[in-house]
């Protein structure tokens, strides 16, 4: 069964398209009216589903001229079963993906997600060229062609971990401007994919990627990739953080800390106490009379040789807070 359940909502009558704009645009407000009513009661349901209004010939969304209206449900990926003819399937993969039909674009996506979950070896020669057709549909302006490319983008990270790193950096740059904009469930589902990125793509691997965008001149952006950042981190273990460089991670989270947005603001923090409770475990120092090596440096001496002094009272002054709640609280 299909994953986009199409249905006829509502067709303006010849009569009515032929009348005067003010009967026009009062059968038109009628019409919104009804099908708000219809994805209100859905979502009430439980249903997830998006009321797509046409486009027009330049592709963009069109809300005036509604001819028809579609619904659109999207299946969760533990919801996904397996496709029923895997050899037809992979023969027009790529042709569903490439189509100029966007019915048949979101059927593509969602056999790509079926295979991605059963059968990820298929599509591993093909996984190059399929993944440019999944950013040309994060791109499209139709929110249900975006979404699904977004679901389908999550179950690719998840089946392919780091074998996709190669192909990463259009896909990445979409999520972050696609869980930066201001509709709503785009948002979200783009969130949904971040989070599976980080939990499935080595973060050794994956922080070069993210750093380029804590500089990038949209506060949103910069805030998403520092949220990236700080879910990764804890990933590398204190081995990994170590080979990564600990004096590049203070220096990322010590320039999120007076960023714009408190996402940016909050993400730095918890990288900043992860990254001093890995320092503070791993340069244990020992009496001085005992031991031949150096006394190893504190954390706030560390800090003061990494950074620049401001930015080193930034840090110190949330790690020595976090540190003075948890003695009071003990």
């Known amino acids: 069964m299909s994953e986009i359940a ?32 219809k994805a209100e009661e859905g979502h009430k349901k439980g249903m997830t589903s998006l009321v797509e209004a046409p486009l027009t010939t330049d592709g963009t969304e069109n809300s005036g001229a509604m001819l028809a209206n579609l619904e659109v449900e999207y299946i969760e990926s533990e919801n996904l079963k397996d496709v029923e003819d895997l050899e037809n399937c992979l023969k027009t993969l790529l042709s569903e993906l490439s189509s100029k039909d966007w019915v048949s674009v979101c059927d593509g996506l969602n056999n790509l997600r ?10 591993v020669s093909m996984l190059t060229d399929v993944i440019s057709l999944v950013v040309k ?33 259009p896909l990445l740059v979409q999520l ?11 948002c979200e589902a ?14 050794l691997l994956l922080l070069p990627k993210l750093q380029p965008y804590i500089k990038n001149r949209n506060p949103r952006i910069r805030a998403k990739a520092s949220m990236c ?51 503070e475990k791993s340069h244990v120092p020992e009496p001085a009379a005992l031991s031949e090596e150096p006394v190893i440096a504190s954390w706030e001496q560390f800090c003061q040789s990494k950074l620049s002094p401001l930015s080193a009272q930034a840090v110190l002054r949330v790690t020595n807070t976090a540190r003075e709640g948890l003695v009071s609280d003990s």
Request: charged fraction near 25%.
């Open 6 to 37: 199409l249905r006829d909502v509502s067709k303006i009558p010849e009569s009515e398209r032929m009348n005067g704009s003010s009967s026009n645009g009062n059968f038109l407000k009628h019409q919104f009216d009804k099908i708000g009513a």
């Open 114 to 123: 079926r295979l991605s979950i059963f059968h990820r070896e298929a599509i």
């Open 137 to 169: 549909s994060l791109k499209n302006p139709r929110s249900a062609v975006c979404k699904t490319a977004i679901m389908a983008s999550a179950d690719i990270f998840i089946a392919y971990n780091d074998d996709i790193i190669d192909s990463l950096d």
């Open 176 to 186: 972050l401007l696609k869980s930066s904009q201001d509709k709503k469930f785009v």
């Open 190 to 203: 783009a969130e949904i994919a971040l989070i599976a990125l980080t939990s499935s793509v080595s973060p």
């Open 229 to 279: 950042i700080s879910r990764s981190v804890p990933r590398l273990g204190v081995d990994g953080i170590e080979a990564f460089g600990i004096d590049k991670l203070i220096q990322i989270g010590a320039s999120q800390l007076s960023d714009q947005l408190p996402e940016s603001r909050d993400a730095a923090r918890t990288l900043l106490l992860e990254l001093q409770s890995v320092y």
